[in-house]
């Protein structure tokens, strides 16, 4: 089955930019997902990228894949204090679409 | 607003117990899983069912039943809880075909089996 890695926590300073790597094993990967959980709260999803593209923008978050490599990276642009929460890397095979999800990233950002 | 609704969010349970959590979505999806969240280990998926009356394995079934008898209701069972089930429980939904994988979560059912 997959496996999928990510660091457990990441400490930033309001107003820089936070970036949450992913590795992943499963090369048929197709859809790439980041999801975000906020305290006391379900997941929800954030972002996804297509397994055919290296990078997709929206707004503050840019999504860089290195399919060779099989990493995946969210950068979030101008980090707030808002976005303090845990963030999870699910890629999903082409077979099942079912996402693997990873440990999860705790950002916190520090005023 | 679309939603995912799970009936508990706390739940305290002794061991050797049947314990039900129930989710409910109504946006007529045909997926529905069941996965269960532990610090530093993520979400890792019990059971799954992609139909009415159909259910599979997922990575950690062991302990676990399900039940959808009805499209927009999906059961987890725990037969007899241990203490080892201690943990937090989510429900979602999602699409069938290549949005599978867009899923829509509950809040969460904490459990806490003593």
């Known amino acids: 089955g997959e496996d999928v890695e990510q660091s457990l926590f990441l400490s930033v300073r309001e107003g820089d930019s936070s970036v949450i790597n992913c590795t992943y094993t499963?090369?048929?990967?197709?859809?790439l997902y980041w999801y975000k959980q906020e305290p006391g709260a379900g997941l929800q999803l954030l972002t996804y990228?297509?397994?055919?593209?290296d990078m997709k923008q929206d707004q503050r978050l840019t999504v860089l894949l290195n399919k060779k490599d099989k990493h995946l990276s969210l950068r979030i642009a101008d980090t707030q204090t808002g976005d303090s929460a845990i963030y999870f890397c699910?890629?999903?095979?082409?077979?099942?679409?079912?996402?693997?999800f990873g440990r999860g990233t705790s950002l916190i950002v520090h005023p | 607003d679309v939603k995912v609704t799970q009936s508990s969010r706390y739940l305290v349970k002794r061991t050797g117990e049947k314990v039900f959590l129930e989710c409910v979505q109504d946006?007529?999806?045909?997926?529905m899983f069941w996965y269960r969240q532990d610090p530093g280990l993520g979400l890792r998926l019990i059971y799954f069912?992609?139909?009415?009356?159909?259910?599979e394995k997922g990575d950690i079934p062991e302990g676990y039943s399900v039940s959808r008898e009805k499209k927009e209701r999906f059961s987890l069972i725990l037969e007899s809880a241990s203490t080892n089930q201690t943990s937090m429980y989510l429900c979602?939904?999602?699409?069938?075909?290549?949005?599978?994988?867009?899923?829509?979560f509950g809040e969460g059912s904490r459990l806490t089996v003593l």
């Open positions: 979602a939904s999602s699409r069938t075909g290549s949005n599978t994988g867009e899923l829509f």
């Open positions: 499963d090369s048929s990967s197709t859809y």
């Open positions: 990228i297509f397994s055919n593209m």
């Open positions: 699910a890629p999903a095979s082409g077979g099942s679409y079912i996402p693997t």
């Open positions: 946006m007529d999806h045909e997926n």
């Open positions: 069912s992609y139909d009415v009356k159909m259910k």
